[in-house]
């Protein structure tokens, strides 16, 4: 079993490496929410701009305006699939994140086990030789008590 100051380091190293992963997995949260928020935005203006572009229709609309609708709503739509591959991006390394802190807290729970088991067993150790130093003191005591020095 390994030595009470090599089992303390890595607890230590397990948890701050556990911390780091969480801060890492916590802006990668972020960056997920961020780029569905985009996303959410880019598909809210496309809605809003068809819907704008049928009011328009109503009243009319000349063939100019018409080819700048088709070409915007075409650079939207490529800017919408870009954004969400992004998304799925950004889900991959939230995921990849979690499974990491995930790991490592799975470790870092290891190693306070083997931590809480060693110190146990110290204290185990250090109970029985007091008993121990307790039972030589009563035996000893007795052994003087029940035999007097001789006096000369």
Do not use: C
């Amino acid at each position: 079993m390994p030595t009470t100051s090599s089992l303390k380091i890595l607890l230590d190293l397990a948890q701050l490496q556990t911390d780091t992963l969480a801060r890492k997995l916590g802006k990668l949260n972020l960056q997920q929410q961020e780029a569905e928020k985009k996303l959410n935005l880019l598909l809210q203006y496309r809605h809003s701009y068809q819907s704008h572009l049928q009011n328009s229709t109503e009243t009319g609309i000349d063939h100019i305006e018409w080819l700048n609708f088709i070409a915007f709503m075409n650079k939207l739509d490529a800017a919408i699939t870009e954004q969400r591959q992004a998304v799925l991006f950004a889900q991959n390394k939230k995921n990849t994140g979690n499974n990491e802190f995930l790991f490592s807290q799975k470790k870092l729970k290891s190693y306070d086990t083997l931590s809480q088991r060693k110190k146990t067993e110290e204290e185990l150790i250090q109970l029985k030789n007091e008993q121990k130093l307790q039972d030589e003191f009563a035996s000893n005591s007795y052994f003087r008590n029940s035999h007097p020095p001789k006096n000369s």
